[in-house]
């Protein structure tokens, strides 16, 4: 049985996910695909039901850097609409709702090759500058990162057809 939170609604899907914000020496911690090599996206994933979105990062940071990171802080609230590009959702409408946590980074953090599949595509992780020209989501940690504030901000990204 499957556990993520992520819904069919109508002819759409709701996702609950969670990202890690890992940084070390002003850059950040990504995640790229052999099947879309075009962006970026953070470490992180969907919520399964029954878990917190805490438990639900630190679980997600293990899977996919080897190492059990402790949460420092929630940073940021994203409610995000956008189409689906993955072979199981291509083209279809996702209202997504992430919640964005800072993470603890040990001094000795050494991630693991990373590697995994995830519909058929191999995901690797990948050290960026902030300011790395790559595209990459969410779009708005490229200004944010460069002055973190302790407040929780709130974005929305919206992008239905007007």
């Known amino acids: 049985m499957n556990r993520d939170m992520s819904v069919p609604c109508e002819e759409g899907i709701i996702n609950l996910r ?3 914000i890992i940084m070390n020496d002003g850059k950040i911690l990504m995640v ?16 399964k039901f029954g878990e917190l979105a805490e438990e639900a990062i630190v679980r997600e940071v293990y899977e996919e850097t080897g190492v059990k990171m ?18 199981t959702n291509l083209g279809k409408l996702i209202y997504e ?9 040990p001094e000795d953090f050494d991630p693991g090759e990373g590697s995994f599949t995830e519909d058929g595509a ?25 002055h973190p504030t ?13």
């Open 18 to 20: 969670v990202g890690a």
């Open 122 to 146: 191999t995901e690797k992780l990948r050290w960026i500058d902030i300011d790395d020209p790559i595209k990459y989501y969410p779009e708005f940690f490229r200004e944010e990162l460069k």
């Open 97 to 105: 709702i992430s919640y964005f946590f800072y993470m603890k980074v």
């Open 70 to 87: 402790e949460v420092e802080r929630l940073g940021f609230v994203h409610e995000n609409y956008f189409y689906g590009d993955a072979e």
């Open 32 to 47: 790229g695909n052999d099947v879309r090599p075009e962006y970026l996206y953070s470490v992180g994933g969907r919520i």
């Open 150 to 162: 302790a407040g929780i901000k709130f974005f929305v990204t919206d992008d239905r057809e007007k």
